[in-house]
């Protein structure tokens, strides 16, 4: 009992359907056959059709489901990050959890105020000052005036607008509206806040300060964030729990860690091993698969900056009794090298009596910055090149938290070392 009476949030059945290429739920027939089977009671004829949201295919009917039975709770002072593709169904889910749209069936339970950021702008008046729509919002969101004003000067500190707060919000660039935006949800206190991508928006000062503030809120204050991103390291840094949407269904739910270690195993942005750019001076030594694997021996096609990585190579070879050294090479997307692994330069060579054999190149902290890169893959013995493939496998890095501090460096590309300071 005492577990049920902690939960804040209950999504029930949720779906969400809409009709292509049209505005409104259709045409005057659909209308009038929905409004048939009401008065007669009957479910509308409509939700037995519609395909899954899925995008990259092209459909046959004019109806999709943009999310399908939704079911989840969310408990008082939980942090829950909802991961997915774009056109996953994350933002109707949170439009919904936000009541800015109905669902088609199924029911949200809440209990107590329900503050959103989910889009730059979203409920600003841009006619009206700063300072006039921190007023507005608050009153929405049910505070009284004195409220309000017992928090202005912290929101307007926080935003860091305080130069144009009696600037009618029309001419504040991106940046502005959404830093005052997350000030507002974040200090007029709800118990739920709701907050989709738009920290994208914002600087990098401004990503940590809103970041730190969320971790606030639901550690010290105890509500909770229900949060969408697609920034892996943030994911894990900030939320306590997370659900893996495709294609409008949920298709896992777990810890913060594991839900990101399942979307980046599922994710095929990447492309899969090949040996069409293979040459060497031997036929019967080769490469035949490179998988890449977490610090679970998971694989995975996307890797985070900062975490375990590991290259599971596959050598076969036929009549050959020499030692062999392996090589790993690593290129941007304008074929400049950025790392390179040789098991010759650390004394490390493989004499298998097998046919068959795995090398294993460990990573403890993978040190690229987000990108796509390339991978060169050799196998030497005595100075002959056995086997030489160029662009064997493309993997896909997204940025981690690679110092263990929940803040992510500025620099755009590159690569992290480990340093102190004293």
């Known amino acids: ?56 295919t092209k459909g046959k009917s004019e109806y999709v489901w943009a999310l399908q039975d939704i079911n989840f709770e969310v408990k008082r002072g939980e942090v ?48 009206m000052t700063g300072r006039e729509n921190i007023f507005l919002n608050g009153a929405i969101l049910g ?49 739920i806040l709701v907050i989709d991508e738009v920290l994208a928006v914002g600087d990098a000062e401004f990503q940590k300060k809103a970041i730190g503030k969320m971790q606030d ?30 294609h409008g269904k949920i298709v896992f739910e777990g810890d913060q860690n594991e839900s990101v270690n399942f979307y ?56 050959f009794d020499k030692t062999i050294s392996v090589g790993l090479g690593f290129y941007d997307v304008n074929d400049i090298p950025q790392i390179h692994c040789s098991s010759e330069v650390l004394n490390k060579n493989y004499l298998e009596i097998n046919n068959e054999f795995y090398a294993k190149l460990i990573i403890k902290k993978w040190p690229l910055f987000k990108g796509e890169y390339y991978i060169n893959a050799f196998l030497r013995s005595n100075n002959v090149t056995l086997d030489h493939i160029v ?8 940025k981690g938290d690679f110092y263990g501090t929940g803040k992510l460096p500025l620099t755009n590309k590159g690569f992290y070392v480990d340093y102190e300071w004293k």
């Open 264 to 319: 980046i195993s599922r994710n095929e942005k990447s492309g899969l091993f090949s040996r069409s750019n293979s040459k060497g001076d031997v036929s019967n030594v080769y490469i035949s698969d490179i998988v890449t694997l977490n610090n679970k021996e998971e694989p995975i096609d996307i890797l985070l900056s900062g975490e375990e990585i590991t290259f599971l190579i596959k050598i076969e070879k036929s009549n």
């Open 143 to 191: 505070m009284t005036k004195k409220e309000i004003t017992s928090k202005i000067d912290e929101i307007i500190d926080f935003s860091g607008c305080e130069r144009y707060i009696d600037t009618p919000v029309k001419r504040y660039s991106s940046g502005m509206t959404v830093r005052l935006a997350f000030a507002v949800a974040a200090f007029l206190e709800p118990e």
């Open 391 to 398: 662009e064997s496998k493309w993997i896909v890095v997204e």
């Open 80 to 127: 829950l990050g909802v991961i997915g593709k774009n056109g996953a169904g994350k933002s109707t889910l949170l439009k919904i959890l936000s009541k800015v749209t109905g669902p088609t069936t199924g029911e949200i339970k809440t209990r107590g105020r329900i503050a959103s950021l989910l889009e730059v702008g979203t409920g600003f008046h841009g006619e």
């Open 217 to 246: 809120i639901s550690k010290g204050d105890g509500r909770t964030v229900i949060f969408v991103s697609h920034n892996m390291a943030a994911v894990k840094s900030l939320c306590t729990r997370g659900i893996v949407l495709e």
């Open 1 to 56: 009992m005492k577990n049920k009476s902690n939960i804040i949030l209950k999504a029930e059945n949720i779906s969400k359907q809409y009709r292509l290429g049209l505005v409104g739920t259709g045409t005057i027939s659909h209308d009038l056959n929905r409004w048939w089977s009401r008065i007669r009671g009957k479910e509308d004829p409509y939700l037995k059709v519609g395909e899954s949201n899925d995008r990259s």
